[in-house]
């Protein structure tokens, strides 16, 4: 098929005469890389869309929703709308071989707004998913002490309980300890987040911003050089997380008490179904897992050979993608219901839950290993691979975007060195109120309006229609068709893309515009300020569309 495409042309086609009356030295300067090999994309997908989102973000919106309830709404958003829009976003970049932006550029101007809206989703998670590296960084250098630090209860932090109370008893260090609050869960509020009581954001911790600076600096190193030195990188940070996930798993599931934990994650609360709010997590965590709607996807299948068989590729990605989201849930929940068995209490008063419940359940499983340090160290250094994964393919994709939309500047050499730092420096000095003494507050209010929160569901919404009904679902089938020889389960898709998808993705998305309940860290004089600071992040993402189509309809 040798379709025009609106704005651009074919792959491959005829170039035009301005194309042909290039200089070598300027087609040399704008030579787009490519993989090396069809295995580099996948572990770069892989490790884009396997990452902290699976075994710290799934786990704590299970425990948020009541356990196995979530998994209702959760596969209907992940074969109705994330698969699908997936595989829309891959099959769009390597169909166009352009980044986030120039791809929406290419196919349908009117909405080129949608790619810069996605670029700004992916600034934000620049500035505050490193943070959760900075944290495991911060676990990690604190591994090598004997005992964890978060395994005795006889520290400056702790709040030195030790009087007979209901719960059960733990001896510790030759005394019979009691908590009402579990040594790691004090670890987690009172030495990473030392929060305080007043409005204002507070002081910066300094070592935590000393974690955050070394996670950018390994971060720039891993891809400062492009897709080629990115491609090299996740041969080892893709598959290593696994070991230790299923060392954890194991141990988990042979703790007293696991049970409990594992029939509370997967036992439904039927009286919490028809709540918005986890149908809103639920599509919000399939997006934010899959990374759609961030531009990340286009960015990394722009880099395939045009005939690669992406379909497979999608299916083959998602498959892996949810059950290791589920896999990881089995090993949170039967730490929690040891924890729960430990302490005495129902599942659901265990943890206080929020972002940092997967630094409270595996730090606990990890102590309960034997050399505890030595794999504390292992597991930290797990979670810091699971994120720089992500980490620095979302900065590849923020790169590859503003590259292509420059690229007489900014391919040449030198020029993406500098990019990739400038990005970098920026978004270091942005993150650093997220690790200040109230910044669990703002990294909340991100979570919740940001990179994650309904913003997602809005972009993804416009991305179908600009397919679907703008560019038209036939002929984007047909591309799809040219590329890898034929339609995939084209009755499926093209009616998820016109019909079912948009319609699946509003209803979360109306009721959270009016009501949006505080996070677990937030008080009510944050509350104010909170909306009207999120719902001011969330406006942008959707001005940044209507007002490309406003523009292009006016032009």
Known sequence: MEEEMVGGTTPGGPVDSEAQKQSPEDAVQQERGKWANKTEFLLSMAGEIIGLGNVWRFPYLCYKNGGGVFFIPYFVFLFFCGIPVFFLETALGQYTSEGGVTAWRKICPMFEGVGIASQVIVAYLNIYYIVVLAWGLFYLFNS??????????DNEWNTGTRTEHRHRHTRRHRHTCTYITSPEEEFWARRVLRTSDHVSLGAVHWDLALCLLLAWIICYFCIWKGVKSTGKVVYFTATFPYLMLFILFIRGV???GAGEGIKYYLWPQMDKTLEPGVWRDAGTQVFFSYAVCQGVL???GSYNKYNNNCYKDCVALCILNSATSIFAGFAVFSVLGFMAYSLDVDMNEVVKGGPGLAFIAYPKAVSLLPGAQFWAVLFFLMVILLG???????????????TDMFPGVLRRPGRREILV?????VCFLLGLPLITENGIVLFQLIDSYGPSGTSLLFIACFECIAVAWVYGANRFLDNIEDMIGYHPFPSVLKYCWLFVTPLILSIPHLPSLHHHPPGTYWVSTHRCLGLGVGGRRCMCIYFNICVCVCLWVCA
């Open 144 to 153: 090598f002490r004997n005992p964890l630090p978060w395994s005795t209860c």
């Open 388 to 402: 720089l994964d992500s980490q620095f393919v979302c900065v590849e994709s923020l790169a590859t975007s503003i």
């Open 254 to 256: 042979t703790l007293p």
């Open 421 to 425: 730092l400038v990005i970098a420096v």
């Open 298 to 300: 286009t960015s990394l």
